[in-house]
């Protein structure tokens, strides 16, 4: 039986390193070492929720157990996890996906405990397809998020690059101005999320780079 276990813990953790892997690649918040980690404690916990108490219960015949006591917890103990990989920075949410796949690889984990190893194996490909092949479709649709910062000599170049940005279609959702005044001429330092295209991200980009005179970018992200 001990060997079962093993193999079990052993498929745990190589279907939660396939997603670890994907999230490594992407230079995520949590990699293959996390989601190694999670499926093989995941796992351990179902076999040991199924089975730990076994001797117990052979001597007190009459006694009662709920199989599922131990793996309910992970559900809860998961969360705490996966809330340390959302990060709220400059008012923008990210960490979100990696959460929810620290989520399901935990339910995986559970799975290859349980012996559904067929059924664990189906939950990580639909999560690599989800992470992956759909990622891809989505690159070309919707929006993406951005948080830059430039610098600029005078209050025009600042107007003028705000209207080339929306003539561009770039949307401005935050704006925030700052004005330094410590050498001989004042420099005007502007903060701002925007959300730009993402069918046309790497050309805005580009062109937000090179082609805004007056103006000195100090951080696009």
Known sequence: MTAEFILRLFIAVLLGSAIGLEREYRAKEAGIR??????LGSALFMILSQYGFNAVIGELNLAKF???????????GIGFIGAGTIILQKH?????????????TAAIGMTCGSGLYLLAAASTIMVLICLEALNIGIQKLGYRSLSIS????TSEDISRTLEEMRQKGIEI????MQKEEESDK???HVSMEIKAKRSM?????LSLMKE???VTFENIE
Do not use: K
């Open 201 to 205: 991200y790497h050309t805005q980009i």
């Open 173 to 176: 959702d935050s704006y925030s």
């Open 186 to 188: 004042p420099t005007y």
């Open 150 to 153: 430039f610098a600029a000599s």
């Open 34 to 39: 996390t989601h190694f980690l999670v499926a």
């Open 92 to 104: 923008m949410i990210r960490g979100l996906t990696t959460a929810a796949g620290l989520w399901v």
């Open 66 to 76: 709920d199989p599922s006591r131990i793996a309910a917890q992970v559900v809860t």
């Open 212 to 214: 805004f005179g007056g």
